[in-house]
């Protein structure tokens, strides 16, 4: 099995995390972005990473991913039997995607895609020289093609922002007096909001290995929320759930 992604993305890290966590063997295929239009194009229909290519099937997107794992492979199922606890489970899961996933990925862009080597650390790491120098040559195109993309404005870096921590209040309210999102144990849910923070909170078992951010207003974002609830959250669920698997 293989997993087409971008190393640092927290929408790989879900799909990586579901793979680790039900034990199914994969191999994790960085691709260059720019030129991953063109690899991803040839599988599936949109551009977007994760991938997974299985036998001869193709899965895109990390939710799409968790539900054909499930169906696939279904012990270490992290979609609860009960109707009501997976309807619960999936809505957590496509709306935290987008509020804590999109908000925190306009945010960061916008502080760090000044720092070309941080980015391209983040993008190519770990792929042979002769691609980080591709990197290099077609940064400044790249910067160009992810600010409109996904920062596009001033006003929409702060409407994020807030929107983000909007977010994490809501969620840590549902997570008031209890361990897990939905029921009593580790489900689909869990594993996507702690994957959405990962850029945040940055844990020792995610296996991607941070290096320090340069960028000031960014390092100044992440600390104010290093002892938010959310934040010892997602540790505990590193800590107790993921296996660590680092990219050499
Ligand atoms: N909803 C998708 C979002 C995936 C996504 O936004 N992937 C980004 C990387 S974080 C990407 O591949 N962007 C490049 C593109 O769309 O061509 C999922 O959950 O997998």
Known sequence: MTLLEFPHSHYCEKARWALDYKGIPFKAVAILPGLHMITVRKYAPDTAVPVLLSDNEVVQGSSEIIHYLDQKYPSHSLTPADADQRLTCLEIEHAMDKRLGENIRRVLYDGLLAYPEFIR????????????????LFYPMLRYKIYQTYVISAAKVEHARREFDVAMSEIEHTLKQ????????????????????????????????????PDPKTRTFHDEYRDHPMSEW?????????LKQRIA
């Open 234 to 242: 997602v540790r505990k669920m590193y800590r107790d759930h993921r």
């Open 121 to 136: 650390y983040c993008f190519t790491h770990p792929m042979p020289g002769v691609k980080q120098l591709f990197f290099r």
């Open 178 to 213: 209890r361990q897990y999102l939905v029921g009593e144990r580790f489900t689909r849910a869990d594993l996507s909001v702690a994957s959405m923070l990962s850029l945040l909170v940055m844990p020792d078992e995610h296996p991607f290995p941070w290096i320090e951010i």
